[in-house]
Structures are given as C-alpha cells and as structure tokens.
C-alpha cells in the first residue's frame, strides 16, 4: 500500500509540489493505480497468440513516385542554401 510519505518522495524526485490538502486524494488515487498495475500483472498469457491479432497481411503499400514542387520553389523559402540544399546552424560544439 502506498502511503503519504512515499507519495512525498515521488514529488521531490519528480521535481512537483503537492499541497498537503491534495496529499490524501493523491494517495487513494496512486493506491488505485498500482492496484489496477497489480491486476494487469497477473493475467495469465499462456495459451494466447498476441503476433498478427487482427489477422492482418501485407497491409503496407507500394512504394510509389509522385510529383513533388521544384527544389528551386522549396529552396525559396531557405534563410541559406547551397548546391540545392538548406543550409543550417551546426549546434553541435
């Protein structure tokens, strides 16, 4: 069961304030949560197929070429380009 004290010690790690009128709604809540994680737990999954569930095959499409705008139209809109490319800031140091 989990009680205020542990609630207090998830906020500070997870850098939250909880005002202590929340403390007891929180705690009942988080105690429904692990209950419910607790369940889901100990649901048995011998005898169940989980690939292909909704029987499924081949569902990805071909691969096919479109037209696109002129890298002349879509460079119009680069701050900096170069030899068809944008050019951007390197960020890494």
């Not at 069961?1 to 997870?14: Q, T, V």
């Not at 096919?64 to 050019?87: H, M, T, W």
């Amino acid at each position: 069961m989990i009680d205020k004290e542990e609630i207090r010690k998830i906020a500070i790690l997870s850098k939250l304030f909880v005002a202590e009128e929340e403390m007891d709604q929180l705690t009942e809540d988080m105690a429904r949560i692990i209950s419910f994680a607790d369940t889901i737990n100990q649901a048995s999954e011998e005898g169940t197929e989980f690939d292909n569930i909704n029987n499924l095959s081949n569902v990805f499409r071909e691969d096919e070429v479109v037209p696109s705008y002129e890298r002349e139209r879509i460079l119009q809109n680069a701050k900096d380009s170069d030899e068809g490319c944008f050019l951007v800031k390197n960020i890494m140091r």
